[in-house]
């Protein structure tokens, strides 16, 4: 590994560290890692579930919102819409099925669920579609698929079926239609933030649900706010919708020499409810700038949302804007109106939670979906996603561990542990994923949806059984294919492994992908067979969008899509030499970006003195861990050897080392450290007694129910 540290500017450091009020250590670590703006700090030090972005930031919210509460309506003979609900076979598509039939089912609607079953290809079906029809079906809701359902989607439309689309997955050429799309990565959808997860998009949806039992729900709503400037009165409007800015407009007027009717304000307020902060203020500067004869109508929000918030009730909007803390991560000035609108935002929400007190618990439950979602599908630890985690393990660490995943976490021996990202990662969603791998995705979501707390135990049971028949499966296809995947790199350039084998069981093709990527540095493809067509997974590395490249082939395929890094596609068997000429011309023109030879970079340097327990602190603040965001990484020099052991039965012992230092007040600390695989440099290298440089991270261990602080070190060296 690479032992030296980049560089950053005290300057920079400070600046950070003072206006987040954040110690030197994480401000270096934010810089060392790109965070700098405001709003990518925002996520790191924030975590309040109103800091996650508005559902109707989609533009098709509304529209889809709709649809289905007129599928809750009965008709004149009492009856209801019948609604599909069509997923996934993997953690994110099994979770976005749950948290939406739950919430539909929490709306009266005469909804079922159907996840794809044995051999049955990813996404909606002709075949589905028809079953539904002879049901009398009229509306199909797609989670984690969809988007590259053209076909499918027109064929529901002749058959009289509305769809809705929610998806995650790359957008193609042509979308779906006639169908309301909900997927971030689509041109024009709106959302701000396009890495999010399946479940998270179907969380989204059921939360604007909930929010149609407000009394804000498509209303129209102007905030107003007036306030001196010199001689003149500026009046600052923001028209909401849905808690959504639609629009802005500041007029500045001198008193006396501008009517009401040269601005523009009279054409902007039409039809809207007008809301200030405090009425007889507002009031006073509206008629010093129109006129005594200028009646606004406006309602003053003070008073009620003083209820909620007692701190406020003698507040001005001038103190209420310096106390947001989204005005705080922001790129300019906080401004009354913003303050204002900010405020409005959390008084509707909380008021909405206050008349709905189950909403609450709901989320909860939710929220712990979305969080296996985000580290099962690999999303990026950034923007949204992070607070989507630490809310769902902090929900799960509290107690409040939903059905169905508290069955699957005693199996598994972690109820009642303390839950990270890296036990979703390595421990849960392996195991949930084995299901839908093995052609049982439904009895994945059967352990969620289940009320029978008996058959969930049995369904988890089930699970862990499919899970080591998946292990089994995946060794078996590694043996068999390993030399394949070995030789066809120089077939393919040296930028793909490529491997087709009808041995393979199709479910762990994306696994045995992935651990060719894993062992050759390089894209990797793996293919095997049902009948007469060929299915096959492909991932990558070093920033290649596999995506991209299957749709420069797409007009061989049956079906095709996925993520940047993982897309899987199908094929007919009689076009799979053509197939692999085409991957084997177009690897020519793969670009993969250089082997970092450093490994990851180092994040900070820990100084002999500051190598405390309160390392942790600020371990924790960068949680969760996983996809762009890595472990921390630290640093450090001259480190004492205090003693030093051998542990473990196989070949390749483990390191395990007690480190002796001094803290900055003289007091000794000593550190248990895991050097895993490295016991060879006892002896060798060094010895009790000598000082060491090291590279590691600070990680929590568990034993017999009590937890310590242990360094897992990632490397090290005799200091000199």
Same mark, same amino acid.
């Given at each position: ?38 709003? &990518? ?81 990813? #996404? ?5 579609? &028809?079953?539904?029809? &002879? ?24 058959? #009289? ?25 689509? $041109? ?62 500041? $007029? ?131 923007? $949204? ?44 969603? *392996? ?21 029978? *707390? ?96 299957? $749709?420069?082939?797409? &007009?061989?395929?049956?079906?095709? #899509? ?7 596609? %199908? ?9 692999? %000429? ?18 990851? *970079? ?119």
């Amino acid at each position: 590994m690479n032992w030296n540290k980049t560089n950053v500017l005290k300057s920079d450091v400070d600046s950070i560290r003072q206006k987040y009020n954040i110690d030197a250590i994480t401000a270096s670590i934010l810089i060392r890692r790109g965070i700098t703006k405001g709003r &990518d700090i925002f996520y790191f030090l924030e975590d309040d579930l109103r800091y996650q972005h508005n559902p109707f930031l989609f533009n098709g919210m509304e529209d889809a919102v709709d649809r289905i509460l007129a599928a809750a309506e009965k008709d004149e003979n009492g009856n209801r819409e019948k609604v599909l609900i069509f997923g996934d076979r993997d953690v994110d598509g099994v979770t976005a099925t749950t948290v939406l039939y739950e919430c539909l089912v929490s709306l009266g609607i005469d909804v079922q669920f159907r996840v794809p079953k044995g051999d049955e290809a990813y #996404g909606l079906s002709i075949e589905a579609i &028809d079953e539904f029809a &002879d049901q009398y079906g009229s509306l199909i809701i797609t989670v984690d698929c969809g988007i590259a359902n053209v076909d499918e989607v027109a064929y529901a439309a002749q058959k #009289g079926i509305d769809v809705i689309v929610t998806d995650h997955h790359n957008p193609q050429g042509v979308l779906p239609s006639p169908a309301i799309i909900l997927d971030a990565k689509t $041109e024009g959808s709106g959302y701000p933030f396009q890495e999010i997860s399946g479940c998270a998009l179907t969380y989204k949806l059921a939360t604007a649900l909930r929010f149609t039992k407000s009394k804000w729900y498509k209303t129209d709503v102007a905030l107003l706010n007036a306030r001196t400037e010199d001689d003149s009165i500026v009046i600052e409007c923001i028209k909401v919708r849905n808690m959504i800015p639609m629009g802005r407009l500041t $007029e500045t007027v001198i008193p006396g020499e501008k009517s009401i009717s040269d601005t523009k304000l009279p054409k902007y307020l039409q039809g809207q409810h007008i809301f200030c902060w405090n009425a007889k203020e507002t009031s006073v500067l509206l008629k010093q700038a129109f006129g005594n004869g200028v009646d606004f109508n406006v309602y003053g929000m003070q008073d009620e949302i003083s209820k909620f918030f007692p701190s406020l009730k003698d507040s001005s909007l001038e103190k209420i804007k310096n106390l947001s803390k989204i005005a705080k991560y922001g790129d300019h000035e906080p401004t009354e109106i913003g303050g204002f609108y900010n405020i409005y935002v959390t008084y509707v929400q909380q008021s909405l939670k206050k008349e709905n007190p189950s909403f609450t618990e709901t989320e909860e439950k939710e929220l712990q979906l979305v969080a296996l979602a985000a580290i099962a599908d690999i999303m990026p630890l950034s923007d $949204e996603n992070r607070i989507f985690v630490r809310k769902g393990l902090e929900y799960m660490n509290a107690g409040r561990v939903r059905k169905g995943l508290v069955e699957l976490l005693s199996k598994i021996n972690l109820l009642g542990k303390r839950i990270t990202s890296k036990d979703i990662g390595w421990s849960i969603a *392996p195991k949930l994923n084995a299901a839908g791998r093995l052609g049982h995705a439904d009895i994945a979501t059967d352990l969620f949806t289940s009320d029978d *707390p008996i058959e969930r135990e049995q369904v988890a049971q089930k699970i862990i059984e499919l899970n080591e028949e998946r292990k089994t499966l995946t060794n078996d296809a590694e043996n068999a294919t390993f030399e394949q995947a070995k030789n066809s790199i120089e077939n393919y350039n040296n930028k793909l492994s490529v491997v087709f084998d009808e041995r393979i069981f199709k479910g762990v093709s994306g696994i045995l992908a992935s651990r060719y990527v894993e062992q050759f540095g390089i894209p990797s493809i793996v293919m095997s067979a049902v009948d007469d067509v060929v299915i096959g997974s492909m991932r990558s590395c070093r920033g290649f969008d596999v995506s991209n490249f299957l $749709e420069n082939m797409k &007009d061989i395929f049956i079906s095709h #899509g996925g993520h940047d890094f993982a897309a899987g596609f %199908s094929l007919e068997r009689k076009n799979l030499e053509q197939y692999l %000429s085409m991957v084997k011309e177009n690897s020519r023109n793969i670009e993969l970006l250089p082997v970092e030879d450093a490994g990851q *970079p180092i994040d900070a340097e820990i100084y002999p003195e500051h190598m405390t327990p309160e390392l942790i602190n600020i371990v924790d603040r960068f949680e969760p861990y996983g996809n762009e965001n890595e472990n921390i990484l630290f640093l450090a020099r001259k480190i004492p050897i205090y003693s030093a052991q051998l542990v473990g039965k196989t070949e390749r012992a483990h390191l395990k080392l007690v480190l002796d230092c001094e803290n900055k007040e003289g007091k000794p600390t000593k550190f248990p450290a895991i050097f895993w695989g490295a016991g060879n440099l006892l002896h060798s290298e060094i010895e009790v007694g000598d000082k060491i440089d090291l590279l590691f991270n600070v990680e929590r261990n568990t034993f017999n129910g009590t937890e310590t602080l242990q360094l897992n070190i990632k490397d090290l060296r005799k200091s000199v």
